[in-house]
Structures are given as structure tokens and as C-alpha cells.
């Protein structure tokens, strides 16, 4: 429905152009239009800015007592919130940052103007479809390259802001073909175009006249556009959903007509001679009549009991009412004619039943045109069941007669309660008064499927100090401020009966969907709709300041649906809200510095850089002087929200302007505002809890779940250290047991079976069997350093011996062979020092390891153990 929708959009106009040759596809928009990511989605994401990009200058020298000055003068803005002071600078039109883009003289492309179609297929889809998407769609059939049909392509925003001006001239809704071809002829003079281009451009225009609708109509955004929506929703729906109704109603009047019928028929003055007269007519000059009702028989099958007769003939007379009922009317309107919007209701809703009320009183009136309205429907639906029942030949007098004579609305199934025209209640803030607040509860509450649109054309709240005592009124602005909003969307969800939508037709799909489940839902429901009136605009674009309103969550949307679950938090949505997952919308904007290197900033969208659209709130802000763009004491304002309230202190915080030149500028946010964005984020982050997002007891569930885990993990991990702890000790006994026997083997010259003298850790022998679990743990401990076995004791390992009898040759009595013939230590008091460093020196095998000297006195010990160390 809307550009950044995927809804399809079916197009059934038949087209009255000869020469329209329908395409393969029903809907122009299947070969869509191409799409980039948008910074905000303020407008629509085709959109493509040609401004350059703004300028971030340096700052000036300024000399220190100046801006001392200029500093304190800064502060007392910021707390005061006054008029804005001479700083010695030119006064200039700032807009916010964020938006510099989309307010240059370029013309904006948006869902405005909206078709409408005249009989659609499928609602909503097929009902409205934005002329942009229009035209892209079927631009799209017939020039799909990019560069194909370029002129056309570029010339859109022109023909669009072309028909937006026709619309403004004309604020009713006016009949598409006759605009189109204004707009044609329009761009064709405006762009001058000769020779080949002219042709091709009215090639090409008549292939766009060719593929869109010439049936339906136009509407353009502003206060009205709800309305029309609403007006045309109600038509389309009730149509849709009469139209096997009145099929089934026909054919039920039909059957009584024909079983009353035939009763008459078996009536006895219809077989007398009069009675046969009357009904021959010429006839009667060849038949006798009176002989004839002599011979007529009695019927063969009985009359219908007098009861049932009666019955039968009441319940047709409530059928017979079904046009009256259901047709003539398609909902009934309740409306104050002397609030605002100021319309011709009669004009915007020629199919409704209009009541005007006073105001303070529209709850309760609304309330009790919904009881009058349902017992009417009680009494048909009575009929219609019984009809029904004498279809099937299945009343049951004694048990149906009971229970219909108790009949009455609340026992309609929500299939009945959809079928009957809406109860709706129009209202605005100036007509809504808090005297109606307790009806207007107790309405929402009441089961009754009434619906309230309430129609909202400001967010900030009213702010008109008096201009005799400007700083007094500032006071009091203040104070008020300290106390939150009024929120009537979540004054209705807290009733818990009602749906609630809270949307803008500038957000199309959302607006529509939820006006269809509204008015499709038996349940009571709150439509609070954002739409702009002609004084909030002060020169800026409608659909801009909605999506600012929106996006900045002075407004945000949202659409609660009870009963279509049983868990609370699945009937809440806010996820039609741009990044509705943080606090502010950010993005980053592309800038450049006095030399021309590119920089980028980090922003976010609040509700101050909207009142800066507003023409009373934007004297809220003001420019920081030149001179004090570096000065420290000045933080952003997201981040100055994020502070507490002592660490606030002597900061000044700011957003991001640009000036008519393009040129960014500080531009310092009053206390007041900051006031204001602490509440609408407040009232934000509600809503997104309600959404599910950021949810405390989420949050909690989550922290108590890792909380969990982790304590398991923990205690998992100290019963896998413990195990492997006595393992480890367990190994390390045994492997220094096994050590120590060998080495005392070796010492006396034994032979080991397992053939190692030694009395260092086996290097030979296979680790020991660990099982899995434990080998995880060793992985998460520090290894322990293993324990380094040495001695000072000379000793061979005998069993590495090659018995190449080198040692031997050294000392017989300190070297000695065994019964295999390898060779171990023998009588050491024989031996020096050298001999046993020689020996390792020596020994091919490696295997002799001299120690340490016995002998402390032997010369040249030092220079010996030097040599002796790489064999220990
Ligand atoms: S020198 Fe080494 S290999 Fe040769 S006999 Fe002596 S211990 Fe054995």
C-alpha cells in the first residue's frame, strides 16, 4: 500500500481509454520500484536529495574573557528558556539537521496524493495506492532499465507536486483522469522540451496514461484525509461483507413467501366459486365454477398451525426490513458540528446515519445510539434464525419460543455483531473534554462494538505564554511540564476491552489495517489519529511534520488487539516504529569541512529537533554563538539525557541545525524542551515494554536463567577440578614410587623387568588413561609445572647400553658389565669425578649421567661440571 510496503495493490478500474491494453498482472506495482535503505523514513525511501552536503566550520578565535561572557549569557538561556538573544550575529532560520535534506525547494515525494479506487477488488490493498507507486509501477512495466525513459522518470516528482496543487486549490477529493492530464500538460510546457525529446516524452507519457486507472479519485493529506479514508473503508467493507448476506436473506424470504403460499392455497374460500372466478377470469366463460368447487377436493397435507403462521409472517416482516436496516446505512456517525474538523458530514459520509452531539457528551450519546442499534440487530438476527430453523423444518416450539423471548444482543456471535453498521463516534481534543473521561471509560469497557476516532493535530503541548508577562508564563510552562501528558491511546488499552490504534494516515499501511481490524472487530475500539491541520504546517510539508512527529516518538504508533490472544504482550505491537528497539531513531550525516574533507556525524531524532519544525517551540532553541562552538561545557542531547542529574550539571546540551545555507550549526536546547524529551521517552520506553522490547521482567528472566546456568557451570567445574586433582595426585604418587624403586635398583645394580633404571619420569611409558570429561577440565586449568626429578648420584641406563665397552676401558672397577652384557656403576670410591665426565663424553649411547662430584677437593671441578651438565 505504501512505498516501503510489499502489500500489492490490485488494480480493477476498468479503463476507459480504448487504447489501454490491459497488462499480465493485476496490480502495476508487482514489478515494484527500486528501494534504498532510508536515513529516517520520514518520506518515502525513493526519494533522491540533490542538495550537497552541509558544511561543518571550524571555530573561530575568540579571545577567553568574551567567551566567558557569552558563555554565562548561553547558560541562562538554557535554564530561563527566553526569547532568543542578540549575540552579535545575524538571526537566521535554522531546520533540523536531520531534515535539511528533505526542506530545500526540491519537491518531495510521498503517499500523498492518494488514489482511491472506486470499486476495488480487495480491501485494503486494492482501495488506495499512493500516485507515486502508481506511476513507478507502471513506469516500471514498460521502461524497467534504468536509463530507459529517463525524462519520464526524472519528471515524476514535478508531475506529483503538480497534482498536490491542483489538490490544495481543491480540498475535496477530486476525479483522477481530468488531474492527470492537467499534469501532462503541465510538465510538458514546463520542461520546454523540442525535437526528439518532446516526442519521446509524449511517447512516453501516453505509455503511462495507458497503464494506470482513469476511474477513482484523489486525496491529499491534511485534516480531512482520516475522514475520507474512514468514509471510504465503511463503503468498501460493508459492501463486502452484505454481499453473501443478502443472497442468503433472499433466499430465506423467498422459502416463507412460498410456505405461506401454499398454505393459502389449502385454505377452504379458496376453492369456493368466487374465489375461482377471481382467479379465472375469462376462463370463466368455458367453466363452470360453481360446479368446479363442488367437485375440488380437500388437500391432501395440513394446513400450518396458527401459531407457526403468525411467526412465520413476523419474521418476514423483520426480513423485509433488511435493506432498511442494513443497506440504507453503512454506519452511524456521531459528531460534533461545531468542533473541529469544520466539515459537511452529510458530503463526507452520504451512506451514514449522522447525529450531532454536544460536547462532553459524545461517550454517553454514542453509547446509547449502540444499545438502539443492537436491539434492532437482536431482532433481525432473531428472525434470521428462525427463518433458519423454518428452512430446515426444525423449530422446536417449546424450547426455541423460550429461548428467543430472551434474545437479546449480548447473545449475538461475533459473526452477527460484524455484520451490523458501526456505531462511530468522531471526535477531536477540543471536543473530547475530561468531564467525558468516565463515559468515555465506561463505553470502551462496555462490550458494545462502538468505535471512537479521535483525531489529534498537534503533539507538543500548547505553548502561549502571555506575551505581557512572557517570563511569568514561562514559569508556569515550566511547572506544567514537571506533570506528564495526557496519552488517550493508552488511557484506552488500559480498559483492556478495547482495540486501540494509535496511527497517522502518513503511515499508510499501518493507518488502513488498522482501521479495517477496528471496524471489523465486534470488540469496542479507540482510533487516535495523527493527521496535520493547515496551522501546523507553517510552511513545512504535512507528510514531513507527521513522519517528524512520529519518528521523533512525540507520536509514536501502535496498535493493541485484546482477545486475539491470551498472552497479554502478544496483543500489543510497536513495531511499526523506526528503530523501535532503541531510544531515539539514529542516523549518520554526511558532512564536509572547510576543507572539503568528509566528516560524519552520529544524530539521533528527538522531540526537540522536532519542535524545532513548530514556529512558537523552535524560539526554544537557540544558535550557540561562533565563537563558543568548542566550548566543553556544551554535550549532545542524547547523551546529556543519558546523564544523571548531578553529573548534568553545567552542561549545556545541543542538537544539530543547519542554517538557509546549508551550514551546521549547535544550536542550544532550553531547559524546557529537555523537559519534554525526558517525558516523551519516559512515555517511549513504556510503550516499548509494552512491545516486549527491553521488557524488565524479559530482562530479568533472562539474568536469572544465566544466573542459573552459571551457578551449575561452576559447581560442574569444581567437581570436574576435584576429580582431577586426586587423580593427578594419584598418578604423581605412583609415578614417583615406580621412580624411586627403579632408581634404587639402578643404584644397586639391579635388573628391572620394565627395563628402566631410572628415577626420572618414564618417557617410554603410555600416558595414563584419563577419561574424557577430564581431559575437558585440564583444558580449562593451568597446567601445574611437572615436578623435575633430578640427582647428584652418577648413574647409567643400562638398558640403552650398547656395550661398546668404551667406559670400561676408562676405570674396570667403576664401570662394569652385567649378565647381558651392559654396563652399570660399580665400585664408585674408585672413581674421580673425570673419569665419570669422560665416560658420558664418551658413551655413544648417551646413557652415562655423571651427578655431581663426590669428591669436593678434586681439581678442576668447576670447568668438570660445566662439562658434566649436559649429561644430568
Ligand atoms: S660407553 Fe656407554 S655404551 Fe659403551 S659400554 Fe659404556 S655405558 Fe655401554
Redesign the pocket.
Known sequence: MTSSSSTAVSLSTQQENESFEDSSSDNPLDSGKETKPPDLTLVPSDFRPSRIEPLLPAAPQTDDGDKETLHHRLFDFFINGREQEDFGEEQIPLQPALLSKFLGKEPVRTDFPLWVAPDPKTIPDGLFCPVSELFSGAIAEFAPEPEASRILKDSLPVLEEHLQQLLLQHPEPLNFDPLLKDAFENAKKRFGLSGEDASRFQEDLQQLRDRIPRKGFLLRLDQHTPLHLLANLLKALQKEKLESFCTEIQRLRHHLQELLQVDRSKQPEHRQSNHLDSALGQGTRFINTSELSGVLQEPATLMLDEKRRERIIRVLGLLERFEETFLEHDAHLLVHEEGQPKVCWEEFFPNSMIYPVLSGKGSLEAGEVCIEVLAEMAKFFTALRIARLEEEDAYQMESHDRFFEHFDWKMLSEEELQLAPPVILIENESTLQSADGAELAELLRSSRPVKVMLLKNRTLPAFVPPESDLEAGIGQLRDSLFNFRPEPGYFAVSQRKALVLQSSPVRLEHCVTGMVEALQNPLPAMLHILTPDAETREGVDPFLWSGAAIESREFPLFLYKPGSSKAWGSRFSAEANLQADTDWPSSELNAVDENHEAVTLPMVFTPADFAALDETWRKQLMPVPKALSDDESLIYLADYLELSREDAYEHIPFIWQTDQNNVLRRTVVSFILVQICRERLDFWRLIQEMGGTHSFHALQAAQDARDELSIEHEAQIAEMLETHAAELEQIRKETSENAMDQLAGALLGMDFDVGMPSGVPAPDLPPPEIPLEETLVEAVIPEEEEEVVSFDEPW?E?L?????????EINPKL?L?NGDK??YLGDLSTATFQQLVI?AE???????HPGKPLNPDEPGLEALMDRAAPFN
Open positions: 647409567i643400562t640403552r647400553c650398547t656395550s661398546c665397552n668404551d667406559c670400561l664401570f658389565y651392559q654396563a665416560g664418551k658413551c655413544p649411547a648417551k646413557c652415562i
